[in-house]
């Protein structure tokens, strides 16, 4: 078992940065691949980046690539989530997730086994 819990959300403008992190206590960090996800209200639960174990590889979705980062301190057993050029639609609830088995997607919300409680993001305009 790992437990997660997200921090570092807020209310924000457009244009603005938050980084978001995500610490892990139960075991150790390093023996999971990391996920972000968002989901905005009335709408599904959406991937948003997503990190190997060692962290020298990433994914993102489309809408936040070359704004959003993902990174892990596995020493510090954290993982982060810089987001940068903030808009009104990144406005949403931000969990992350942990998988400790080989999955053929990490975008999917399915192939992860545990989540956060996740942390609110609002960017007004």
């Known amino acids: 078992q790992v437990q997660l819990v997200e921090s570092g959300g807020g209310l924000v403008q457009a244009g603005d940065s938050l980084r978001l992190s995500c610490a892990a206590s139960g075991r150790s960090l390093g023996s999971f691949a990391m996920g972000w996800f968002r989901q905005a209200p009335g709408k599904e639960r959406e991937f948003v980046a997503a990190?190997?174990?060692?962290?020298?590889?990433?994914f993102s979705a489309e809408s936040v690539k070359g704004r959003f980062t993902v990174s892990r301190d596995n020493t510090k057993n954290t993982v982060y989530l810089q987001m940068n050029m903030l808009t009104p639609e990144d406005t949403a609830t931000y969990s992350c997730a942990a998988t400790d088995r080989w999955v053929p997607w990490v975008a999917a919300v399915a192939s992860y086994d545990y989540w956060g409680q996740g942390t609110q993001v609002t960017v007004s305009s």
């Open positions: 990190v190997n174990l060692r962290g020298d590889n990433r």
